[in-house]
């Protein structure tokens, strides 16, 4: 997922491979998996993927390690020009992996910000030097920006729209998906952590909202996974702050916890913190949502007393208020 999340939205499935440094065939094999999570689906042309929604992809790409992903946008503009990519093309990952003073990653900004001027004078302007943030320090200024008069008459919704597809990669995730590989390597010293794998699906239940706080429970909840076994879960969650989303639905922060193994002697206790986005727009009481969360184990009980572990949990809602859930992360215990 995280060279996928680094390659674009939509993905090429050779290019995340190799920015996850993946064989080809391992690739697909990860692409597999993401497709039967829901994850992703086909964007219409071969070898072309895309995320099931941004808000997917925010939370993948902001959940890697910053250092990874110097290097990943580093072997990704490395690539695309092995493949004969223009300067436009490999300009976001160039600008995201350039050292100061790089006089070849400025060439190429430079280059990419004139071929920008027309169609999107925004992105133009990012990738202009000094502007850009591979210039020397101390040469940065606004003063370089050259945008004609005639570019500036161009709709303003052209520029927009460019600067907030290079922006996502940029969307801060939440604080937990922070604090999750920090936790985990703590107890990495003392266990050793295995692949944590689930699926299932609830029912979700509107409760009220007061103060603008809406309650939501997961019900009839029904998993399998790895090394968890199969069980039933419960949850609760509450989404807060509805904004409008930019494909004109809405969008809340949602914070809650899920138990796997509800009723068992077994229990794990997951504590989410994350995003859900309408799919599309309309009446948001017969919209689908789609949800992606950083977790945490909280604690748990029997067999993961001592259990600690993190990852992504994502979620999607369909109209009748059915959900598939996918857990993806680490264990010890």
Not at 4 to 22: I, K, N, R, S, T
Not at 93 to 100: C, D, I, L, N, Y
Not at 282 to 300: P, R
């Amino acid at each position: 997922m995280d060279g996928a999340a680094v390659a674009g939205d939509p993905f090429e499935v050779g290019l995340a491979a190799e920015v996850a440094e993946l064989s080809e065939v391992a690739g697909l094999a990860a692409l597999d998996e993401l497709l039967a999570c829901a994850l992703a689906r086909p964007a219409g042309a071969p070898r072309l993927f895309a995320f099931r929604h941004p808000v997917v992809r925010h939370a993948v790409y902001e959940a890697a390690p910053s250092g990874w992903r110097l290097d990943a946008h580093a072997r990704a503009a490395g690539a695309l020009e092995r493949s004969g990519a223009g300067p436009v093309e490999r300009a976001h990952h160039v600008e995201q992996a350039a050292r100061p003073g790089d006089a070849e990653a400025i060439e190429l900004l430079a280059t990419a910000a004139s071929d920008l001027q027309s169609p999107a004078p925004a992105v133009a302007a990012r990738f202009t030097p000094p502007r850009c943030g591979c210039c020397p320090i101390g040469t940065r200024t606004a003063s370089s920006m050259s945008i004609s008069p005639q570019s500036r008459r161009l709709p303003a919704m052209l520029g927009l729209i460019a600067f907030g597809l290079v922006a996502l990669a940029l969307i801060l995730a939440t604080s937990a998906a922070a604090a999750a590989p920090q936790e985990s390597a703590q107890s990495a010293n003392h266990r050793s952590t295995e692949r944590l794998v689930v699926r299932g699906e609830d029912t979700i239940k509107d409760g009220p909202c007061p103060d603008g706080v809406c309650q939501l429970e997961l019900a009839d909840g029904v998993f399998r996974g790895t090394p968890v076994g199969t069980g039933a879960y419960n949850g609760r969650a509450q989404g807060r702050r509805v904004v409008p989303e930019r494909r004109g639905g809405v969008c809340a922060p949602i914070d809650g916890r899920i138990v796997l193994g509800a009723g068992s002697a077994d229990r794990l206790v997951l504590a989410l913190s994350g995003d859900s986005c309408q799919d599309g727009a309309g009446d948001v009481t017969a919209a689908s949502f789609t949800g992606i969360a950083s977790f945490l184990v909280k604690h748990g009980t029997g067999a993961y007393a001592k259990a600690k572990g993190y990852g992504l949990a994502s979620f999607f809602e369909d109209a009748s208020d059915r959900e598939p859930m996918t857990l993806i992360g680490r264990i010890s215990r």
